[in-house]
């Protein structure tokens, strides 16, 4: 990876310039981390079932009060 660096005047290094492709290339290793962390997260934590018809009904009663 090519990578410039810009400077303050007593070199101490303010920012990284890299190449696009290797910018979108961290940018999706990151966001796939985070879906692995929250994945992760899901599995371990409380899981709460409901049946569908309760879920339709809640999810009517939400789009009601939304529109208060």
């Known amino acids: 990876m090519r990578t410039q660096f810009i400077t303050d005047d007593q070199g101490k290094k303010l920012a990284v310039i890299l190449p696009i492709k290797e910018y979108n290339k961290m940018v999706d290793g990151l966001e796939e981390l985070e879906d ?5 997260a899901a599995k371990n934590g409380k899981q709460e079932y ?10 009517e009663e939400a789009r009601r009060n939304e529109g208060v």
Not at 36 to 40: F, G, H
């Open 36 to 40: 692995i962390r929250l994945y992760d």
């Open 50 to 59: 409901i049946d569908a018809e309760q879920a339709f009904k809640e999810i």
